[in-house]
């Protein structure tokens, strides 16, 4: 009987599936313009070529104070006529959260922890592409591509990055580290909005 191949390990197992989605960023390894405070419109307007481009963003103040003031407007629709949420969500839990958006949310603390981490943009397909990108310390660290879904963004997967990319410091092994990418998907965050469907 033949001998058997080894299993592969956690680690094998990830680079293999990351590979094919990381080729298409990190094929293209350095940024050619300086940074910018652009915002993603302007930033698929200078888009020429498919060069990675760092990438910075702060909202202007009157951004931020219409933002307020459009979710303070919202025409609310009537209440649920059911218990649960099989209607979707319900009224109350929505206006908990515009609430909390209008008076509490602090963007700006959530600007500085995004402009903490080295963000980019780079062309694929003819569209902007927004992505942050965490090289670990680890030499032998492997890609990885860690999307996030809908609805969500990039800042649900911040959290990961520091365990991901320095895992010593977090109770794991350096066999243990990954070069961390995480992309905003077309159409949400500072990705560019597709024109079509495909």
């Known amino acids: 009987m033949p001998e058997q191949p080894p299993s592969p390990d956690r680690r094998t197992l990830l680079a293999g599936t990351a590979a094919a989605g990381a080729i298409g960023l990190l094929g293209l390894t350095q940024a050619s313009a ?13 888009a020429t070529d498919s060069a990675i481009r760092p990438f910075h963003y702060k909202a202007t103040n009157d951004e931020l104070a219409d933002l307020k003031k459009r979710v303070a407007a919202t025409k609310w629709p009537d209440r649920e006529q059911v218990a649960g949420d099989t209607q979707g969500v319900q009224l109350a839990t929505m206006q908990k959260l515009a609430h909390y958006w209008a008076t509490e949310h602090d963007w700006r603390k959530c600007e500085v922890k995004i402009n903490a981490l080295p963000n980019f943009v780079t062309e694929i397909d003819g569209l902007d592409i927004h992505f942050i990108h965490v090289r670990s310390r680890h030499e032998h660290a492997l890609p990885i591509v860690i999307t996030h879904g809908w609805p969500g963004s990039i800042i649900e997967q911040m959290k990961v990055i520091a365990p991901l990319t320095d895992p010593t410091a977090h109770g794991g092994t350096e066999a243990d580290a990954f070069h961390v990418v995480i992309p905003s998907l077309p159409g949400y965050g500072f990705s560019g909005k597709p024109a079509k469907p495909g």
């Open 34 to 46: 300086p940074a910018s405070n652009a915002t993603p419109k302007e930033h698929k307007m200078a």
